[in-house]
Every structure is written in C-alpha cells, then in structure tokens.
C-alpha cells in the first residue's frame, strides 16, 4: 500500500518570505513523486516531478522540491513566495514498480499575505 | 491543445436520482483517470482506462457507480442511486504515457441533496 502525509493543513507565509510545503510518503517500490497545485475553482495543474536522478528538482512558477529518502520527505520549497501562490497543493506517490495510480496527501492550503 | 474538459462543472441532485458525469481526455490520451475528492479529505483513485478498457477500478466505492469509456475517447462516469454521501468533487485527467503528468479537468462537483 502507498501513503502520503501532509502534516499541515494551511501554511501562511509572508510576500517575500520562504516557502515550505511538507511531504512525506510511503511505498514499497521506488517512489515516483508529484506537486500538484489547485487554485479557485479549477483543475490540478502539474508543478514537477521525481522520477530518478537529481534529488532537487525545479519545477513550474519557481518551485523546487527536494527527495529526501532516508526521510521518506518530498517537501516543496519556493525562496521567495508571491500573493499569486496562494492556492492548495498537493503532493502525490506512486509505486514506480507496480500499478499507474496515483495517491494523494490531503492537501496544504498556502495563504501568502502582502 | 484543448485541455481535459468537465461536464457538467456543478451538479445538484436528490438522493435516489441518478448523474452521469462526462470527460473528455486530451486528444492522444490512451490513459484517463477519474478521482475525486469528498468532503475536502484527500483525493482518492477511483479507476483507470487504458483505451476503452478499464485498466483498474479497485478504487470504485460500490456497484452504484459505473464507468464507461467506449471507443476510447471520452468516459462517463454514472451514480445509479446517488447517496448523501456520494457529493464531492470529481477529478477526470488524461495522460499519453508512462511517467508523464497527468492533466486534469476542473472538476465536476456533485451534491446530493
């Protein structure tokens, strides 16, 4: 069985100040990882992704997020949030050995005040 | 590219009726999926087309709900009696191969009254 652990339900943040999404997961193959971000009333969109490689990665809108496998974390960082990046995020596993679906955390609202 | 579309984007039904939600996949898109999310838990799987069949649906909740994707283009999902506890937000998304992203629709957001 796969999991996803996001402890925080709302993170507010400062315009400016970092940002810190936390993840972590649980699978028993080798983790393939997603960000995902939700604004008002619309779909999922993309941010990134680990597959292999590099335990940074660099995503859309200037989000990055780091593989952290000791910690079993995949947390997604922006070094200086906007009041545009207010919006819920979601981080999600799935098991690269076995199966195609993707399981979600329950989700971090971002409030990030001016 | 057209993205992956909804339909409807709101449905307000009565317990016992019946909803068929629609979606349909970015063109190319062998692989559909539809999720949803209730009561602002977690968004979970419900099943997995490849094509037109159905690849995975271990995710279904009960036979109340069926799913449908003939031909291999768009997908319907029915909620045949829909309960109180069937309202949420119903996710389809579509991708063209392994490890890409999966792109997703606006939603559908049902509520059973």
């Known amino acids: 069985a796969q999991s996803v652990a996001q402890p925080e339900d709302q993170v507010n943040v400062a315009e400016g100040n970092p940002l810190t999404v936390k993840c972590t997961y649980s699978?028993?193959?080798?983790?393939?990882l997603f960000w995902y971000v939700q604004y008002p009333n619309r779909g999922l969109q993309f941010l990134l992704k680990y597959i292999t490689g590099d335990n940074l990665v660099k995503g859309s809108y200037g989000f990055e997020a780091e593989f952290n496998k000791s910690q079993t974390s995949f947390h997604l960082k922006k070094p200086s949030a906007l009041v545009s990046d207010s919006a819920l995020y979601f981080c999600a596993v799935r098991d690269g050995a076995a199966g195609n679906k993707l399981t979600f955390g329950g989700g971090t609202r971002v409030l990030v005040k001016p | 590219e057209a993205g992956v579309t909804q339909f409807p984007s709101h449905s307000v039904i009565e317990k016992g009726q019946t909803v068929t939600l629609r979606c349909d996949p970015i063109?190319?898109?062998?692989?559909l999926y539809w999720y949803r999310r209730v009561m602002g838990k977690e968004i979970k799987f419900l099943l997995h087309?490849?094509?037109?069949?159905?690849?995975?649906e271990s995710g279904m909740p009960n036979n109340r709900f069926l799913a449908e994707r003939t031909g291999g283009t768009y997908s319907t999902l029915k909620v045949q009696p829909a309960e109180l506890e069937d309202s949420g937000v119903y996710f389809c998304?579509?991708?063209?191969?392994?490890?890409?992203?999966?792109?997703f629709g606006n939603g559908t957001r049902l509520t059973v009254t």
């Open positions: 998304a579509s991708r063209m191969v392994d490890n890409s992203p999966l792109h």
């Open positions: 087309f490849v094509k037109e069949s159905k690849q995975d």
């Open positions: 699978v028993s193959g080798n983790p393939y």
């Open positions: 063109s190319g898109h062998d692989n």
